[in-house]
């Protein structure tokens, strides 16, 4: 078979190759909903911390409420006393304070409380919000994750044919002259050969000499870019 013979064949094994690695490109940037991943993943994180925080603030509030509970007992108990019981102004005295003091503790207490509460409604509206955004997310995952499931098994079944072409094209090409072409590729985006378009090298785009394009047409024999070193083809359109 003539150099120019294979030649052609060998182009039409850079068309594949290129649709081989445009394929494979496809299939690496495949979403498999990493992104997704990750945002359910902070989201989950952020449920959680407000979740521990609710039963957090959930206890303390009952801590709070015991408290000012048993200050209320205290002052009715005072209070009867002072009402009831007391026979000398420096009992009168000691009591007044005494439930003066609870007074405050009350209204600290009640203030915490009345604090907590307010963060308590504030996370409880919070949460089921969160909660529905992860199950959407969840969704569109479970999603994204079967249309990549799809698009692999395409893609693969499409990689599979292509290479079955491919062994099939590569079988009436010189071994010299496929390892060049390989060699070329490896260093040159993948394409090893380019086709001579109005006198151009179609890939790096640079102008051939009419030397050269004359030589490519009477000359069997393998020609490469003076630029980019790729394997020259010139068609007969």
Same mark, same amino acid.
């Given at each position: *078979?003539?150099?120019?013979?294979?030649?052609?064949?060998?182009?039409?094994?850079?068309?594949?190759?290129?649709?081989? *690695?445009?394929?494979? +490109?496809?299939?690496?940037?495949?979403d498999?909903?990493?992104?997704?991943?990750?945002k359910? +993943?902070? !989201?989950?994180?952020?449920?959680?911390?407000?979740? &521990? +925080?609710?039963?957090?603030?959930?206890?303390?509030?009952?801590?709070?409420?015991?408290?000012l509970?048993?200050? &209320?007992?205290?002052k009715? %108990?005072?209070? +009867?006393?002072?009402? %009831?019981?007391v026979?000398?102004?420096?009992?009168?005295?000691?009591?007044?304070?005494?439930?003066?003091?609870?007074?405050?503790?009350?209204?600290k207490? &009640?203030?915490?409380?009345?604090?907590? *509460?307010?963060?308590?409604?504030?996370?409880? &509206?919070?949460?089921p919000?969160?909660?529905?955004?992860?199950?959407?997310?969840?969704?569109?995952?479970?999603?994204?994750?079967e249309?990549?499931?799809?698009?692999?098994?395409? /893609?693969?079944?499409? !990689?599979?044919?292509?290479?079955?072409?491919?062994l099939?094209?590569?079988?009436? /090409?010189?071994?010299k002259?496929?390892? %060049?072409?390989?060699?070329?590729?490896?260093?040159?985006?993948?394409?090893? *050969?380019?086709?001579?378009?109005?006198?151009?090298c179609?890939?790096?785009g640079v102008e051939?000499?009419?030397?050269?394009?004359?030589?490519?047409?009477?000359?069997?024999?393998?020609?490469?870019?003076?630029?980019?070193?790729r /394997? !020259?083809?010139?068609?007969?359109?």
């Amino acid at each position: *078979m003539s150099i120019s013979d294979q030649l052609r064949n060998l182009w039409e094994v850079q068309l594949l190759d290129v649709e081989i *690695m445009s394929l494979e +490109e496809k299939f690496q940037n495949l979403d498999r909903g990493e992104e997704l991943r990750r945002k359910i +993943e902070s !989201l989950t994180d952020l449920y959680n911390k407000k979740s &521990e +925080e609710i039963k957090s603030k959930e206890i303390s509030l009952k801590e709070f409420e015991l408290e000012l509970s048993s200050l &209320e007992e205290r002052k009715k %108990k005072d209070e +009867e006393r002072l009402y %009831k019981n007391v026979s000398t102004q420096k009992e009168v005295d000691r009591l007044t304070q005494e439930i003066q003091y609870i007074n405050q503790e009350k209204s600290k207490l &009640e203030d915490k409380i009345l604090e907590i *509460m307010e963060i308590l409604d504030s996370l409880r &509206e919070e949460t089921p919000k969160i909660k529905q955004e992860l199950e959407n997310l969840r969704i569109s995952l479970k999603e994204v994750l079967e249309r990549a499931k799809k698009l692999e098994e395409e /893609i693969l079944g499409g !990689l599979q044919d292509l290479k079955a072409k491919r062994l099939e094209k590569i079988k009436d /090409i010189d071994s010299k002259l496929l390892s %060049k072409y390989e060699a070329i590729r490896k260093n040159r985006r993948g394409r090893g *050969m380019s086709k001579v378009i109005e006198g151009k090298c179609s890939e790096c785009g640079v102008e051939l000499s009419l030397f050269l394009i004359e030589k490519l047409k009477q000359i069997d024999e393998l020609i490469t870019c003076e630029h980019c070193g790729r /394997i !020259l083809f010139l068609t007969d359109n």
